[in-house]
């Protein structure tokens, strides 16, 4: 029998950063925690498209039953290829009112900061209760502006990462773990 899809590494991967079964425990954490610092409250999750999508999954699950969880989704657009813009414009916006809510913005990844600080000042002009960012990978070495998320699965280094939700060109997203791509100089 062949193996399941998801047990081959990619051939375009040099190196596995964190892999399901890290991620998974990461997102049980960072879950616990939220389920802690919101029991009782109402919360709106508030996923950025696409780069989340797994992140969210996994963390919603492990959001406990003490928190009353809404779900809705907001798409910017940030980058193309590897390289920042610097600026971001709202492809799809919320369809829940923010305004008096507790809002929890959850990310693949904050690199410069641009995209969150810049999206994070669109969503408090909206006057929420409270807004807090949970993202999953943070590169702080790389930040343009000062941005500190509330939330973070894992520090990493300035090395650009695919997979669980990443993309590079959009490819890549359905890597179930966290992976550094080869480059032409890697050689085979
Ligand atoms: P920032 O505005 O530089 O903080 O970039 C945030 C956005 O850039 C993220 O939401 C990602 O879409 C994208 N991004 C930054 N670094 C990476 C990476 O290493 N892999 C994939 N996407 C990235």
């Known amino acids: 029998m062949s193996p399941a899809p998801s047990a081959a590494i990619h051939p375009d991967v040099r190196r596995v950063l964190f892999d399901e079964g890290v991620l998974r425990a990461r997102a049980?954490?960072?879950?616990?925690?939220?389920?802690?610092?919101?029991?009782?409250?109402?919360?709106?999750?508030?996923?950025?498209?696409?780069?989340?999508?797994?992140?969210?999954?996994?963390?919603?699950?492990?959001?406990?039953?003490?928190?009353?969880?809404?779900?809705?989704?907001?798409a910017v657009s940030s980058y193309s290829g590897a390289a920042s813009t610097g600026t971001i414009r709202v492809l799809l916006d919320l369809r829940e009112n923010p305004e008096g809510r507790d809002v929890l913005v959850v990310e693949d990844i904050v690199d410069t900061g641009l995209t969150l600080s810049s999206l994070t000042e669109t969503l408090r002009a909206r006057r929420p209760a409270s807004l807090e960012v949970c993202t999953l990978l943070d590169k702080s070495v790389c930040r343009k502006v000062p941005f500190s998320p509330k939330y973070v699965g894992f520090e990493i280094p300035d090395e650009f990462v695919v997979g669980y939700g990443l993309d590079y060109d959009e490819r890549y997203r359905q890597l179930p773990y966290v992976a550094i791509l080869r480059t032409p100089n890697d050689g085979q």
């Open 28 to 74: 049980r954490e960072l879950g616990r925690r939220i389920t802690g610092d919101y029991a009782g409250r109402r919360l709106l999750v508030v996923g950025v498209l696409k780069g989340s999508l797994m992140f969210l999954s996994d963390l919603l699950r492990e959001i406990g039953a003490e928190v009353d969880v809404h779900v809705d989704f907001i």
